[in-house]
């Protein structure tokens, strides 16, 4: 009688009969190898210079001692948080409770610019917009804002670039530039809620003041690479106005293509954050092709760290699956999937495939209507909480692994 592993063999084989198997392969560009030929991966950001020290660099303490040190009251730190991450305004001609002798220093020595916006790109329905930023040296970075009904949510960026290499997202192409600030991670959403202010996402039925509410780091760059300036800037973010943006943990979303060590530290953090694992195939074999860093942790030790995550949180894990024609989107992947996210208990894990946007002629394009539905089909009869995302923004290149960030 054969075993398991053998069985599931055999339904490979004939899956492969069925329908053929694309391996993955870069387009129009040439994937940088390490001297083992290996796709190379780039954890360290270059050394390169960091913009300005800013009011979100610093902690409540900081900001006060800072201001202390330009000679005047303490006091003053939090009215400048208050104009920033409450009024989303970095002018201070508006900051009119603020003395105007030496008001103009103040604010250039704790608000320096950090994003200057280079375009602005609109879906014709107006919910979804993409800003393309240029960074004080030069580096251009995205971020995409995106109207729910019932909620605002934006996608941010990390770094410049990215190091991990992956050949089907965009990002990777040109390698990582450097690791972003945590202010420059935080101006992001303090301009998105400046746009969603001056009524550039429409406004809701409901009328009042809209911010954003859901942040998705999944934006350029593997987040988990920047660690300590990511929780910085989450920190931040969650801080009660005016210290900082007021969030609430359980809106904030973590992607990661998996980095175990990184993902067991965030876990240890014990902050409720969403974090969500880019897996996109269940088997090494693929994996260590589509997403390169597989090559340092295998597949099942990315679950078992994302299953850690779930433990030390109690927030369900969500599982990114960007289903690729002939690639990725067979059944008996799909069968593999459920199997090794069953080993690991139930309640703890939702799955969500994710329609990769099609290019014309190219091997990176999206599954039949048909297979994206039985690969949906045969992971909710196994008993996985499955939903297709809705991926907005594609149109304008704003969607999952469009972010290239050129001019």
Sequence with gaps: MPTGRDARRDGEGAAAASRPQVRPATEGWTQQLAADGRPALQFASPRRKQPETHLADLTPAER?????????????????????????????????????SGRQEL?????????????????????????????????????????????????????AGCGMNCPFCATGQAGLTRNLSAAEIVDQVVAA??????????????????????????????????YKRLMSAIRTLLAP???GLGMSARGITVSSVGLVP?????????????????????????????????????????????????????????IEYALIKDMNDHGWRADLLAQKLNERGRGWVHVNPIPLNPTPGSIWTASEPDVTAEFVHRLEAAGIPTTLRDTRGKEIDGACGQLAASE
């Design 262 to 318: 990184a993902i067991r530290k965030l876990a240890d953090e014990d902050i409720p954050l969403t974090f969500a694992l880019s897996l996109h195939a269940p088997d090494d074999g693929l994996r260590d092709e589509l997403i390169p860093v597989n090559s340092r942790w295998k597949v099942d030790e990315a679950l078992d760290a994302a299953r850690y995550y779930f433990e030390k949180t109690g927030r369900r894990v969500s």
């Design 107 to 159: 604010v250039s020595s704790l608000l320096p610019p950090l994003l200057t916006e280079v375009r602005r790109l609109r879906t014709d329905d107006g919910r979804t917009i993409k800003f393309l930023w240029r960074l004080f040296d030069g580096a251009l970075v995205e971020s995409v804002l995106m109207r729910y009904p019932g909620r605002i949510t934006l996608c941010i960026s990390s770094q």
């Design 241 to 243: 106005q005016p210290d």
């Design 64 to 100: 006060k001692a800072k201001v202390e040190q330009l000679g005047l009251p303490g006091f003053r730190a939090k009215q400048l948080s208050t104009h920033y991450f409450t009024h989303c305004t970095t002018d201070a001609d508006a900051m009119t409770d603020l003395p105007a």
């Design 193 to 226: 809620n400046r746009a969603i202010a001056d009524g550039e996402l429409g406004h809701s039925r409901g009328g009042g003041q809209e911010r954003v509410h859901n942040i998705v780091f999944m934006g350029m760059g593997e987040p988990l690479a920047n």
